[in-house]
């Protein structure tokens, strides 16, 4: 990969997602009107951050941004105050003074001098969260998915497209610096055609402490809230959406537990793409410690590439090939957080993850979950087609 582009300096790694199917996303976000031009800042300018959500995800890419150079963390906001007070203490640890919020609306309404927000809030928030803040100008790093959906999702896009900020989503593992290397050697032609992706992710089960990730009307189900990440890799590593989906799931373990659980516990899942491009993804939380854990494989017609290894090898040769990753020491949500404020530098209005790519891939996982409730193949057109 380009040095500049694992920095995220454009954003862009092979085939952009504004390349993928034009005519279907337009179909999806029919009427926006061209988003307002805001000035690039210099290169010394310090960006300011606010945080909405400051749980564990939130605390967790707040510790992250702090390593960023040029950002400073002015705001930090959660409903539960404790936490919020807990994230201004870290700010503070760093060096810096964030100011405490409970209502992230008077956060925005009051503290004029917010450049950018971080949105770490959960799932069945997104919607209302992303469009708030785009509304009134921001700058939004969104974490995943973009809404739980479909008329959301196309709420979302559509209020980003008209937005004066920038607009980037929390598929960070496309800025892992192995994964975003291992694309860009895909997507140059280095493994042929791709033929097929097979991903497994087991482990564990979720957080108990986190009881909205066991409602699926707070989470849209397992594959929404967790498998949708690797379903986003291969999505770009094809370049299109599914075709078709079919897929079996449930709760084999895990009935009940805890009390009103209503998420599945295990899935296997067949995507279909077009010219007969598959994805076979199988995603359970009884898996043994280290047993299994994530694979993320793209099979072509000259080889084969493993996304988290960096790595890919010959169809007709043994033996896997590492490929040149610059900045490997790096983590995935440090580059997809120094991407976004470079991006916010520079203007950059197509991030790596944006609005489009994050409507397809939003859409896929909640194609998959129907094909699993409906017990029967569900078809793209019938899941991007609503209104």
Not at 70 to 84: F, H, S
Request: charge should be positive.
């Amino acid at each position: 990969m380009a040095p500049q582009a694992v920095r995220g300096s454009k954003g862009e790694v092979g085939m952009s997602d504004s390349e993928m199917t034009r005519r279907n996303l337009l179909k999806l976000s029919p009427g926006l009107a061209a988003p307002a031009v805001l000035h690039s800042r210099q290169a010394g300018d310090v960006i300011r951050v606010a945080f909405v959500g400051t749980g564990n995800r939130g605390g967790y890419l707040l510790r992250t941004m702090l390593k960023i150079p040029g950002v400073q963390v002015v705001g930090v906001c959660d409903i539960v105050e404790e936490r919020a007070r807990a994230a201004a203490k870290i700010v503070e640890e760093a060096g810096g003074r964030a100011r405490v919020w409970t209502d992230f609306r008077k956060m925005l309404d009051e503290q004029k001098e917010i450049d950018a927000v971080v949105q770490a809030t959960p799932d069945y928030t997104h919607k209302d969260v992303n469009i708030a803040i785009l509304e009134v100008g921001k700058h939004l790093y969104a974490e995943k998915p973009l809404a739980l959906t479909v008329e959301d999702c196309r709420m979302v896009a559509a209020a980003a497209r008209q937005a004066k900020g920038i607009f980037q989503v929390g598929f960070q593992l496309r800025h892992d610096p192995r994964r975003n290397a291992t694309m860009k050697f895909i997507h140059s032609g280095g493994i042929g055609r791709v033929l097929m992706c097979h991903g497994i992710r087991h482990g564990g089960d979720l957080p108990r402490a986190i009881p909205w990730y066991f409602d699926r009307t707070k989470c849209g189900d397992i594959m929404i809230d967790q498998g949708i990440h690797i379903l986003d890799l291969f999505t770009w590593a094809i370049g299109s959406h599914p075709l078709r989906a079919m897929a079996s799931g449930g709760t084999n373990l895990f009935i009940n537990e805890p009390p009103g659980r209503t998420v599945m516990d295990n899935y296997s899942i067949i995507f279909e793409y077009p010219q007969g491009v598959r994805v076979n993804f199988s995603h359970h939380y009884f898996d043994p410690p280290g047993f299994t854990g994530i694979r993320e494989l793209v099979f072509g017609s000259e080889g084969a590439a493993d996304l988290p290894a960096g790595a890919w090898q010959p169809r007709t040769q043994k033996g896997l090939v590492k490929l040149d990753v610059p900045d490997a020491d790096k983590t995935a949500d440090y580059m997809s957080l120094a991407a976004f404020i470079e991006n916010v530098r520079t203007n950059n209005r197509k991030p790596l993850n944006d609005a489009e790519s994050a409507l397809r891939s939003t859409l896929v996982p909640i194609m998959g979950t129907r094909a699993i409730y409906e017990r029967r193949i569900v078809t793209w057109e019938e899941v991007a087609g609503e209104a």
